[in-house]
Every structure is written in structure tokens, then in C-alpha cells.
């Protein structure tokens, strides 16, 4: 069965920084592209970040890049995703899931708040 | 950026009606539309990929239909189970962008 378990998420002050991990069983992990996506409470979904299996290529959005790095260490199967810079408007849940025709599986999702 | 604009934002319907939601494209997306239903407080859940292709365990009154840049989901005969958001994502092009989001409610 596919699981994706995020973790790392919390309160943190505006400027700061958070790194949020996914750890991922079930399957074949450094076979697998890998997003993080995140939904603004009460909001609709933003995707925020692509890795692909085998790291060589990454894909950001733009309300994110600069700010923000995805990273995956296959032997651990775990993907991360490292928060710079944090602002409110970062506030959400973020979820990571595997991208297999867009995105098939994903994982419950971690909060993130950024609030002073 | 691909803009997803999907329609209705708001959907009340009853248990056994047919419904369909829509999703237009701002730009020819081929066939990377996919459609995905979320409970509250619970992961979106991946209905149907690629325009029409039903995934494992999503049962049969699901489907999917259009091309271009205008995409239909339908479900046949609504069951209480189906009441929660749709949303509709395009993953033909980088930044990957998802509809706003069809809240379909019981009448």
C-alpha cells in the first residue's frame, strides 16, 4: 500500500525557516517524480514543487522559488522541502504526493503556520 | 501560466441526480487533466487521469470527457459519498495549476 507521511510542520514567526520531510513506503520511491502541494485554510490547491526521481530536474512555482528547496534522498526514502523566508500568506497545509499521471497518490498533509 | 477555470464554484444536487462539472483550459492542455475529489478534513483523492481513465477503485458512475482546452467530469447517479469539492489539474506544463475548486452539496 502507498503511504506518504509528511512531518516537520508548525508555528514559526514571519523570515523564518521550517524544513518539512514526506517519508514514503509502498512503493518504489527512486522510481517516482515528487511534488509538494499546499491548501491555504478555506482555500483551493496551489502546487508549490516538482522533484524527479533522480533529482536532475526541479520545477518551482513562482510565489515560491527563491524561498523554498525540494530535495530527496532516495536511500531514505524521504522527500523534503526546505522554507526560507517564510511569509503569512505560506500559511497552509502542505501535502506531498507522487507524480504519476499529475499527481496520484498523497500523503494527509502537514500545517505549516507563519504568524508572529 | 496554464489559468484552470472551473464551473460551478457551487453545485446542490441530490442523490441520484446527474451531474457535470467543467473546467476550461487558458491554453490547448492536450489530454494532462485530471480530476480529484476532496472530503473535508481529508486528502484530495485522484478520480480520473488523463481526461478519461477511471483510477483503480474510483467506481463507474465517474467519468471524464473533452479535449483542447474544455473538460467535463460526470457523475452519473450521485451516491451521498459524492458530496465534497472537485477540482480539476493540469499537469501538460510547468507551473502544474489546479481549478478553483466545484463544491457540490446535498439539495
Redesign the interface.
Known sequence: EVQLVESGGGLVQPGRSLKLSCVASGFTFSNYGMNWIRQAPGKGLEWVAYISSGSSYIYYAETVKDRFTISRDNAKNTLYLQMTSLRSEDTALFYCARHLTGSDYWGQGVMVTVSS | ?IQMTQSPSLLSASVGDRVTINCKASQNINK?L?W?QQNLG?????LI??IN?L?TGIPSRFSGSGSGTDYTLTISSLQPEDFGTY?C?Q?NS????????TKLEIK
Open positions: 501560466d494532462y485530471n480529484y481529508e486528502a484530495p483523492k485522484l487521469y488523463n481513465n483510477q477540482f489539474f499537469h510547468w507551473p502544474l495549476t489546479f481549478g478553483s475548486g
